[in-house]
């Protein structure tokens, strides 16, 4: 039972333009999101959250969109960069904000 | 470096021997996590502690698999009797209660393969 739904396992962007990734999720109890990025042979790392008192979050770059009834997220990136190329995942924490529950990915791939 | 280390980055063992990794987290982060990342799935979660103690199991966390973290600072975690299907990622996280306990920090991983 996947909570966490990422349904897109790639993307290819041109160097500049806007990238949107997706998130989808089933627990509605969630009320925090995470998007982390992945290089190859690194670990994650986190890159932006957001509440679920909120519907937006940016920092730079980067913004989250979220809409609960829809029980979607998006991150944007714009401009994208050929260094935004990696793995995003989204994260939701789970009770007692204990355990991160992970989508499967979204490989980006930003081309010059 | 102060961010999340683990040791080692890669083992390569035969099915039926016993593995140890390491863990040691950002200093002042209370909270630690092993999770385990297998080809194209997001990590999964398998254990974490606060302190010393060790507060939730996942059930992916079988009885050949166990977790320590003493002091509450490093953490080891073995798994006994290797099969092949424990070749993943293994990666290691922390984080500080109170404050953004749902920001966790990871380490590069320990790439296991049994062959």
């Known amino acids: 039972d996947q909570q966490v739904k990422q349904n897109s396992p790639s993307l290819s962007v041109q160097e500049g333009r806007i990238s949107i990734l997706n998130c989808d999720y089933t627990n509605s109890m969630f009320d925090y999101f995470l998007w982390y990025k992945k290089y190859p042979a690194e670990g994650p790392t986190f890159l932006i959250s957001?509440?679920?008192?909120?519907d937006k979050n940016e920092d730079g770059r980067f913004t989250v969109f979220l809409n609960k009834s829809a029980k979607h997220l998006s991150l944007h990136i714009v401009p994208s960069q050929p260094g935004d190329s990696a793995v995003y995942f989204c994260a939701a924490p789970g009770a007692r904000y204990s355990t991160l529950t992970f989508g499967k990915g979204t490989m980006l791939l930003v081309s010059p | 470096d102060t961010g999340v280390s683990q040791d080692p980055r890669h083992k390569i063992t035969k099915r039926g021997q016993n593995v140890t990794f390491r863990c040691d987290p950002i200093?002042?982060?209370?909270?630690l996590y092993w999770y385990r990342q297998t080809l194209g799935q997001g990590p999964e979660f398998l254990t974490y502690?606060?302190?010393?103690?060790?507060?939730?199991k996942s059930r992916l966390l079988s009885d050949r698999f166990s977790a320590e973290r003493p002091k509450g600072s490093f953490s080891t975690l073995e798994i006994q009797r290797t099969e092949q299907g424990d070749s993943a990622m293994y990666l290691c996280a922390s984080s500080l209660v109170p404050g953004r306990p749902y920001e966790q920090y990871f380490g590069p991983g320990t790439r296991l393969t049994v062959t």
């Open positions: 502690f606060q302190n010393e103690a060790q507060l939730e």
């Open positions: 200093s002042e982060h209370n909270r």
């Open positions: 957001i509440s679920s008192i909120k």
